[in-house]
């Protein structure tokens, strides 16, 4: 049995001399980031195969983020699993099977090496759940004032099937349009996180990775037209994205629309509108209605996708959002102007 490796990394925080590219920098990295994502060779670039590439039609999907969430851990996740949460299902509502994920660093000197172990984990954590492999990244340290702890990018490959085709503009009238759970929790959950309105909650963030969910439905509702997920500018930006894309009407309705009693209450108080804002582990989905049960059903059958419900439908008409209000009237609903809350990803 071989003797377990003792870590060379004893300092407590990041120093400038971490990002210097020499023997201190090779121990933060290899410490805290190579042993726990463990990727394939330590080169410059990762080196990459997929049978699902040789297919004939199959095409590659490529996606890239960066984060940079305040504060950067909160209830139900971190900076770390929100970055590979994001990636995987910028992925995976495209129609691609997530495959491998890059990571960068942006540090800030000062920042505990115990925050980038925690972080390290729960990304190496989510990816693995998640079907993904982090292969490649970078490290560098600023100093202190220029980041704001620490920045995460990260870049994602996936593989698209050569008889896949998602877009926004495939929607048709009379297509329904599901979400798979809870709206507005991560916004609601960062909001809190920050203290800066002595709001008490118990709410935690949706933050998960949907690829696995996406692939059930699409073997389940292979007519599929686009999905998007609800992250910055909410549900609400994600449909008037959609709409202008097919350039057809939605309709939803309120009463439909899977709301926490804490995010409600919340938004009151505030004068926020809940379908502004953030999620991180919901998406809305538009399939033929011929295939919408098949769609729930497979949603239903997974924990992402317990409290799936259909919230709507396009319609012939202006691209336009209009929602059926509770008390029977309808109004538009516009897309997000600015930001309701900075920072949230």
Not at 196 to 203: E, G, K, M, R, V
Request: charged share 20%; net charge negative; proline share 4%.
């Amino acid at each position: 049995m071989n003797a377990p490796t003792l870590s060379r990394l004893r300092d407590t925080r990041v120093t400038l001399s971490h990002g210097g590219g020499g023997r201190a920098m090779r121990d933060l990295i290899d410490d805290v980031f190579a042993t726990v994502f463990r990727p394939p060779g330590m080169e410059d670039q990762a080196r990459l195969y997929d049978s699902a590439l040789t297919e004939p039609g199959a095409r590659l999907a490529f996606t890239t983020d960066s984060f940079v969430v305040t504060p950067l851990e909160f209830p139900g996740g971190d900076i770390g699993k929100l970055a590979v949460c994001g990636t995987v299902n910028d992925l995976a509502v495209g129609g691609a099977r997530p495959l491998w994920l890059s990571a960068a660093f942006i540090i800030e000197e000062g920042t505990e090496i115990a925050l980038l172990r925690r972080v390290a984990a729960t990304m190496a954590a989510e990816a693995q759940k998640a079907g993904i492999q982090i292969v490649t990244g970078d490290t560098k340290v600023v100093g202190r004032g220029a980041a704001d702890g620490l920045f995460v990018t990260t870049s994602g490959v996936g593989v698209i099937a050569p008889d896949r085709d998602m877009a926004a503009h495939h929607i048709r009238p009379g297509d329904v349009a599901i979400v798979n759970g809870v709206l507005g929790d991560h916004g609601a959950t960062i909001l809190a996180a920050r203290g800066d309105l002595a709001l008490s909650s118990d709410i935690a963030s949706d933050c998960q990775s949907l690829g696995h969910l996406m692939q059930d439905v699409l073997a389940a509702a292979p007519a599929t037209r686009a999905a998007r997920d609800a992250t910055r500018g909410g549900l609400a930006s994600a449909l008037n994205e959609m709409a202008e894309a097919a350039q057809v009407g939605i309709e939803i309705d309120e009463d439909a629309l899977p709301l926490r009693t804490e995010v409600k209450g919340m938004c009151e108080i505030l004068g926020l509108d809940p379908l502004y804002l953030a999620n991180e582990g919901t998406l809305v989905l538009f399939v033929p209605s011929d295939q919408a049960g098949a769609a729930l059903a497979a949603m239903r059958a997974r924990p992402e996708g317990a409290g799936a419900v259909a919230i709507g439908h396009a319609v012939a008409g202006a691209a336009q959002v209009r929602m059926r209000t509770a008390f029977g009237g309808s109004r538009i609903v516009d897309m997000l102007v600015g930001e309701q809350l900075p920072r949230i990803c």
